[in-house]
């Protein structure tokens, strides 16, 4: 018996705007596509609380017993500048900027990618392809698509033919559009412009002279067009059709769009069930860009080091923040209410560790199997993580209120609390508890400070060979030591 046996989970469907009973192809086995990062730069805010809400959402299906198949992939090739046809790759523009092979750029913001997203306490996908990986499969998608009659070749490169797809097919269902609107609003094509349509995408693109991000293929030696690695790698890892596909709501119009409309062009039919968008996140009311100084990187929260900031937030904190809002929300950062949240945070980790000392009595004030219900019917209505940590703090209030005497629980009331506590605050909303870490804390202070006394003792000896070692090698490990009038003090990079 599996949990999810006896709930019912509504999901809010992009496709059709409806919230929709969950019912996916396979019983209890889920296949979930998350459009990844393109990696030629540090990972963004934003993007964090898009790939934070698909890892809420892909751990409360483990937690309710689904075998999950998670695919989220990098994008290391295809890219190109502002989203554009005719632009550059995204990384090999980077590496031409900083003399770099493009692989150490895709290499480098890979590493920083894992690390903050790690930071975060996410859970890894089952798979993590690269688009590199998987040029032979997009080869063979093309050579499909234009066997279909969907395509055309050009110069070279090879361009999906938007208006033949729309006779037999709908373009633009996802994001609403309509295929004439658009043609209404675009410019005329420029007679640099090789593509028969302003709305046709490349699915090949011919590689000039200097580009350095090639490969061979039958038209010639070039590079894969961005909307086609998706549909490649999640085809080849969950098939023709699978239940869920996400991503961040800009990537909805073109890049959903034109994923569908390849798989439609190669299948016949739907690629996916269930599309799920996250919404964005935005900073002191404002859109997040690096040219007006709104910004702020992951990194940059957790030391404190941003001038819209008043402290450093642990990871935690932050992704407790994020997720006080529901997903499909647009969600605000700003210092206060990142000052909000941790308090909200640190109420109820104090609260759970309230729970574990409580004392039992036989009876109980608190209807711990309703409010468990009310726990599960926010999370089984579209991932409501709000409403659910609301029903967190009804419970941390009940927690002190049996401490205080005013309330009573029974043995088996509290071990049911207990348990649901811990599933949803650590299982399913990935937070950690910060102060777990407060033993290796004390430990470390204990031993740096040992280090700062034999030091001294040295010093007063005249050995300054060992004072010098004793700071050289704890500025190695990023301690630093600080020579001030009270003493020494350190501090912790
Ligand atoms: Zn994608």
């Not at 396979?26 to 990696?39: A, D, L, Q, R, S």
């Not at 309710?64 to 523009?93: C, F, Q, S």
């Not at 790690?118 to 990986?133: D, H, M, R, W, Y």
């Not at 940059?300 to 402290?311: V, W």
């Amino acid at each position: 018996m599996h949990l999810y046996q006896d709930q019912e989970l509504k999901i809010y469907n992009s496709l059709n705007g409806k919230k929709e009973v969950f019912t996916p192809l396979n019983e209890g086995h889920i296949g979930m596509y998350v459009c990844g990062p393109t990696v030629y730069s540090n990972v963004h805010l934003g993007n964090c609380r898009t790939f934070m809400s698909f890892d809420m959402i892909f751990r409360y299906f483990r937690h309710l017993g689904y075998k999950v198949r998670y695919v989220r992939n990098i994008t290391d090739a295809g890219h190109l500048v502002d989203d554009a046809e005719d632009g550059e790759d995204k990384i090999a523009k980077k590496a031409r900027l900083e003399k770099l092979e493009p692989m150490e750029v895709v290499q480098r913001y890979t590493v920083d990618f894992h690390t903050i997203l790690q930071k975060f306490n996410f859970l890894p996908p089952s798979i993590e392809p690269t688009a590199t990986g998987h040029i032979i499969e997009q080869i063979e998608i093309i050579k499909d698509i234009l066997e279909k009659g969907y395509a055309y070749e050009i110069n070279d490169s090879v361009y999906f033919d938007v208006s033949k797809f729309n006779e037999d097919h709908e373009y633009g269902k996802l994001s609403g559009r309509k295929l004439e609107d658009m043609i209404a609003n675009t410019r005329e094509l420029t007679a640099q412009d090789e593509k028969k349509s302003p709305q046709d995408f490349a699915l090949w693109k011919k590689a000039e002279p200097q580009h350095i991000m090639r490969w061979p293929s039958p038209w010639g030696d070039g590079f894969p067009g961005w909307h086609l690695e998706c549909t490649a790698m999640s085809t080849k890892y969950l098939g023709e059709t699978f239940d869920i596909h996400g991503g961040g709501m800009d990537l909805k119009f073109p890049h959903h769009e034109c994923e569908i409309a390849q798989a439609e062009a190669c299948n016949g039919h739907s690629p996916v069930n269930y599309w799920m968008h996250a919404n964005m996140l935005t900073l002191n009311g404002k859109k997040m860009a690096k040219s007006t100084g709104n910004s702020i990187l992951p990194g940059e929260i957790f030391s404190g080091n941003n001038a819209l900031l008043s402290k450093a937030f642990s990871p935690s904190v932050v992704r407790f923040f994020m997720l006080q809002a529901h997903y499909t929300s647009i969600l605000d950062l700003s210092n206060d209410a990142l000052l909000a949240s941790e308090k909200g945070f640190n109420r109820l980790m104090d609260g759970l560790k309230i729970l574990k000392n409580l004392d039992t009595a036989k009876s109980s004030d608190f209807d711990v199997p309703a409010w468990k219900k009310k726990c599960y019917e926010a999370m089984n209505d579209d991932f409501n993580t709000p409403i659910l940590i609301a029903q967190l703090f009804e419970a941390v209030k009940h927690i002190n209120a049996i401490k205080e005497g005013r309330e009573n629980i029974s043995l088996e009331d509290k071990n049911e609390l207990q348990t649901t506590m811990n599933a949803f605050v650590f299982d399913v909303l990935g937070l950690e508890d910060k102060n777990d870490n407060e033993g290796d804390t004390d430990t470390l202070s204990s031993v740096v400070e040992l280090l700062i006394q034999l030091r001294k003792e040295a010093r007063d000896n005249k050995d300054f060979a060992t004072s010098d070692k004793i700071r050289d090698q704890l500025a190695a490990v990023g301690i630093q030591l600080k020579d001030g009038k009270e003493g020494t003090t350190f501090s912790v990079s």
